[in-house]
């Protein structure tokens, strides 16, 4: 009995090990693939090789949107000036729905990989000082004067498993900067935990 046990308990442990490779991998080339045919979707190419045939190569889109983003990027840098597209933002700022849409989108982006980037400051806050409760986020804003706030920062604190997150307004005193990497704590947030980062000195090798 004891033998079979032992056996099914090897089983059990390759199983547990082959998911851990597996699962990950094509939870990501399901994410991935989907986000490329999405975008390839945008611009529909099909080479015609013989006859009516066509074929389809899956990237080609992708590669024509990214170079497209490059070449804007390159013109609105170089050639076209800078008054012109502040020019084009002011009346943009005139439409109220199309302000709206446009700057939130706007300031989203320049919060990823803009010159001012957001989420790089991560904070630990005391939410309740009486249990000792904290949260962990990512300060956005630091002058809340316009609002007539003051002593206080915007703290943007992301929810787990989810793209998505909430945004609080927190006193100063109640806020702690963290002594870690930005993208180790936005997974730990996000993976709710369970994506944490050891140390190489504190890993636990799997005894056998």
Do not use: C, W
Not at 145 to 152: E, F, G, P
Not at 160 to 177: D, H, M, Q, R
Not at 187 to 201: D, E, Q, R, T
């Amino acid at each position: 009995m004891e033998i079979k046990n032992t056996f099914l308990k090897r089983i059990l442990s390759y199983f547990i090990r082959g998911l851990v490779l597996v699962a990950p991998l094509y939870v990501t080339v399901i994410i991935i693939g989907s986000a490329v045919e999405f975008l390839d979707n945008i611009i529909p190419i099909n080479i015609p090789i013989s006859g009516n045939q066509t074929v389809y190569l899956p990237g080609l889109g992708v590669l024509i949107i990214l170079t497209s983003i490059i070449l804007l990027g390159f013109v609105f840098s170089t050639i076209i000036p800078q008054s012109f597209f502040k020019f084009t933002e002011s009346i943009m700022r005139r439409i109220p729905l199309v302000s709206l849409i446009y700057y939130s989108i706007k300031d989203l982006v320049m919060a990823f990989v803009g010159d001012k980037k957001k989420f790089n400051q991560p904070v630990l806050v005391t939410m309740y000082k009486e249990t000792g409760i904290k949260k962990i986020g990512f300060i956005t804003q630091t002058d809340l004067s316009h609002l007539h706030i003051h002593d206080h920062v915007a703290v943007y604190m992301p929810l787990s498993y989810a793209l998505s997150g909430e945004l609080f307004i927190v006193p100063t005193e109640n806020v702690s900067i963290l002594d870690a990497k930005s993208t180790d704590v936005m997974k730990m947030l996000v993976s709710g935990g369970v994506s944490l980062k050891v140390p190489p000195h504190e890993e636990v090798t799997e005894e056998e």
